[in-house]
């Protein structure tokens, strides 16, 4: 900054590598094995297109075998940088981006009010800030490994309650039923997701999707055993496998079958 601003040196600022690019990037390392097309998309949403989280992930993945296993690791070393730049945020911005992080998809302008207590004029710093800093790229995270960071960086105690804060939001809002009894689950709120996920198995039902509909009560059933409401808990376990005995491998189906018998 203060050789850019003696007139020094000019920036040039980078934008990511798109999917195009990142497969001709991959092609270019000859490596056996490596499926560039493949690889290409799911690299651009991991590493948001960053040549060095690129390759990093890469290397990672190969030594450790789980490139070929399908899957993208997380460098400790990206993760370091990471967590460095996120270091430099102010105190507004930080709070956002772990806000954003919290709320997932759901993030927005109104839930971001909301949630911090601030108008919206008052957050158009911290957000821009977001933005230059490549951590959000207007209401996304710039890339999954940004995402991880921020989410890591949340003490337990202070996620739970911004998940409560959010179900609520949500509920209020008329929010996804699914979305919103996972945040009331990663609260802790088992009695709050039973609802939530009820909802969800109705909507997957009515839209003829049944085996999604069981899932969700299946998922309703252990939160309403895990408060202690055994009888609501076989009800429920007793719809999920009317649901999945429809739709489901005979697989899924049996194991519930057996626990209601028992």
């Given at each position: 900054a203060a050789l850019e601003e003696?007139?020094?040196l000019m920036a040039v600022t980078l934008a990511p590598l798109d999917a195009a690019a990142l497969a001709a990037l991959i092609d270019s390392l000859q490596l056996p094995?490596?499926?560039a097309e493949r690889l290409a998309g799911s690299l651009a949403a991991h590493t948001g297109g960053n040549p060095l989280f690129v390759l990093e992930t890469i290397k990672q993945g190969l030594a450790s075998g789980a490139l070929h296993a399908g899957e993208l690791p997380r460098p400790a070393s990206v993760a370091a940088l990471i967590?460095?730049?996120?270091?430099?945020?102010?105190?507004?911005a930080l709070a956002l981006a772990r806000v954003?992080?919290?709320a997932g998809v759901d993030f927005d302008i109104a839930l971001a009010e909301h949630v911090t207590g601030e108008r919206v004029l008052a957050l158009a710093d911290p957000w821009r800030e977001l933005q230059s800093a490549q951590v959000l790229q207007d209401t996304d995270f710039a890339h999954d490994l940004v995402a991880e960071a921020v989410l890591r960086a949340v003490p337990d105690v202070f996620a739970r309650e911004l998940h409560c804060t959010v179900a609520r939001w949500l509920t209020e809002h008329e929010g996804e039923p699914a979305r919103i009894a996972k945040h009331w689950l990663d609260a802790g709120n088992d009695a709050g997701a039973v609802e939530a996920l009820e909802e969800a198995a109705t909507r997957a039902r009515t839209?003829?999707?049944m085996a999604e509909s069981g899932r969700f009560l299946l998922q309703a059933a252990q939160a309403s055993e895990r408060t202690g409401e055994a009888d609501r808990a076989f009800e429920l376990t007793f719809a999920a496998a009317d649901a999945l005995s429809l739709s489901a491998p005979i697989d899924e189906f049996t194991p519930l079958a057996e626990a209601l018998e028992q």
């Open positions: 003696g007139g020094l094995d490596l499926d967590e460095r730049r996120l270091a430099q945020l102010s105190p507004g954003a992080a919290v839209a003829g999707r």
